[in-house]
Structures are given as structure tokens and as C-alpha cells.
């Protein structure tokens, strides 16, 4: 299954693990997307929000991802930029601890799962690691978080991956729409629009 470019915008509500939205629009660039959203929620009773323009290349590899936060410690802003073959600079310095990652994970989005999506198109029963720099919503840390998709039998015009974060412990089943963008994000998120 071909995905579809992705629409002009999509909107999704986190639920159960935070409460919140988020808002994301996309912008066709001359060698891949620009991608500008929002999220603002409450998680463990700390109020946030978190605004990002990340650039993605033709495949779908992060190049560059400009972070803004806000929480109740103050603002934060990073900046993280890749070469597109896994090596990373954040805030301008060099990042090894990120070697190999070609996304970037907002601990804020939902939005960015469709990343690897979009960039390994797996065929259902295979399965791939996919390292992102992963970037908390307070205080904008940028970590290493190591993941696995594997990608389950289609749903409708749609697909399905078994998730795994073994850090979290956290798994599940993330269901995409024919774009690439996920619809169900269970104890996370859920697509709106």
C-alpha cells in the first residue's frame, strides 16, 4: 500500500496518559515537507505546551527540527539538525549519543510516529528498529529513545504496526490512516481531524 501526501492540516486529542491537543500543519517544500505545529496540554497536573517546525528530506528523514516549550519551570528552545544518514548536532553541538536515529520523537506529538511510517514501508509481517531523537515535552531534553514498528495486517484504507518503546515498558497497536498519520494512539492520542 502507497501512502498519500499528507493533508494540509490534522488535529488529534490526547487523552488518558495527559490531556490536551495538538494542531499541525504541512507544507510541500522543493525536497520534502515543513511541518509547523502545537501541542498545549496538563500531564501529572503540570500545564505545557510545546510549538516545532521540523524539516523532513523526500524519504521522510528528520534534517532539522526547531523545538519551543513552555511549562511552569520556564521556556526552553533546542535545536536539532541531522545529516540525514543518523549523525545529529543539537543546539550546535555534536550529538553521538543520537548516532543512527534518522527521526526525531516529540514526547508532545503524535504527529511524528508517522515518520518511520512514511520512511521504511514495511510490507505487513515485517518488522524494524527505528532510534529517534526523542525530545520531552518540559524541558525539551533530547534523548535517545530506541523503538520498534512492525507492521500487522491492514485496517480498511488504512494501516496497523505493533509499537514497542521497551524503555517505557509501552507497547501497542498504532493505527494510520491512508496518509501515514496515525488515527488511534491508545492511552495517548486519537485523531480528530
Same mark, same amino acid.
Given at each position: 500500500? +502507497?501512502?498519500?501526501?499528507? *493533508?494540509?492540516?490534522?488535529? =488529534? %486529542?490526547?487523552?488518558?496518559?495527559? @490531556?490536551?491537543? #495538538? +494542531?499541525?500543519?504541512?507544507? *510541500?517544500?522543493?525536497?520534502? =515537507? %515543513?511541518?509547523?505545529?502545537?501541542? @498545549?496540554?496538563? #500531564?501529572?497536573?503540570?500545564?505545557?505546551?510545546?510549538?516545532?517546525?521540523?524539516?523532513?528530506?523526500?524519504?521522510?528523514?528528520?534534517?532539522?527540527?526547531?523545538?519551543?516549550?513552555?511549562?511552569?519551570?520556564?521556556?526552553?528552545?533546542?535545536?536539532?539538525?541531522?545529516?540525514?544518514?543518523?549523525?545529529?548536532?543539537?543546539?550546535?553541538?555534536?550529538?553521538?549519543?543520537?548516532?543512527?536515529?534518522?527521526?526525531?520523537?516529540?514526547?508532545?506529538?503524535?504527529?511524528?510516529?508517522?515518520?518511520?511510517?512514511?520512511?521504511?514501508?514495511?510490507?505487513?509481517?515485517?518488522?524494524?528498529?527505528?532510534?529517534?531523537?526523542?525530545?520531552?515535552?518540559?524541558?525539551?531534553?533530547?534523548?535517545?529513545?530506541?523503538?520498534?514498528?512492525?507492521?500487522?495486517?491492514?485496517?480498511?484504507?488504512?494501516?496497523?504496526?505493533?509499537?514497542?518503546?521497551?524503555?517505557?515498558?509501552?507497547?501497542?497497536?498504532?493505527?494510520?490512516?491512508?496518509?501515514?498519520?496515525?488515527?488511534?494512539?491508545?492511552?495517548?492520542?486519537?485523531?480528530?481531524?
Amino acid at each position: 500500500m +502507497t501512502l498519500t501526501p499528507p *493533508p494540509a492540516g490534522a488535529a =488529534w %486529542r490526547h487523552q488518558d496518559a495527559r @490531556s490536551g491537543f #495538538e +494542531t499541525v500543519f504541512f507544507e *510541500p517544500q522543493d525536497h520534502g =515537507w %515543513r511541518i509547523a505545529g502545537c501541542t @498545549s496540554a496538563v #500531564e501529572d497536573d503540570e500545564p505545557w505546551f510545546v510549538e516545532y517546525v521540523i524539516d523532513i528530506d523526500d524519504t521522510w528523514t528528520t534534517r532539522t527540527a526547531r523545538v519551543d516549550g513552555r511549562s511552569s519551570a520556564g521556556t526552553s528552545s533546542t535545536l536539532l539538525e541531522s545529516d540525514g544518514a543518523g549523525h545529529w548536532r543539537v543546539d550546535g553541538r555534536e550529538a553521538p549519543h543520537l548516532d543512527g536515529c534518522l527521526d526525531v520523537d516529540l514526547e508532545s506529538s503524535a504527529m511524528t510516529n508517522a515518520f518511520p511510517v512514511h520512511r521504511m514501508g514495511l510490507a505487513v509481517g515485517a518488522r524494524s528498529e527505528a532510534p529517534a531523537a526523542y525530545v520531552r515535552a518540559v524541558g525539551l531534553a533530547v534523548e535517545r529513545l530506541d523503538q520498534t514498528y512492525e507492521r500487522a495486517a491492514d485496517q480498511g484504507s488504512g494501516q496497523s504496526y505493533d509499537y514497542a518503546a521497551p524503555r517505557f515498558d509501552f507497547s501497542c497497536v498504532l493505527v494510520y490512516d491512508d496518509a501515514g498519520l496515525a488515527l488511534d494512539y491508545p492511552g495517548i492520542a486519537i485523531r480528530v481531524r
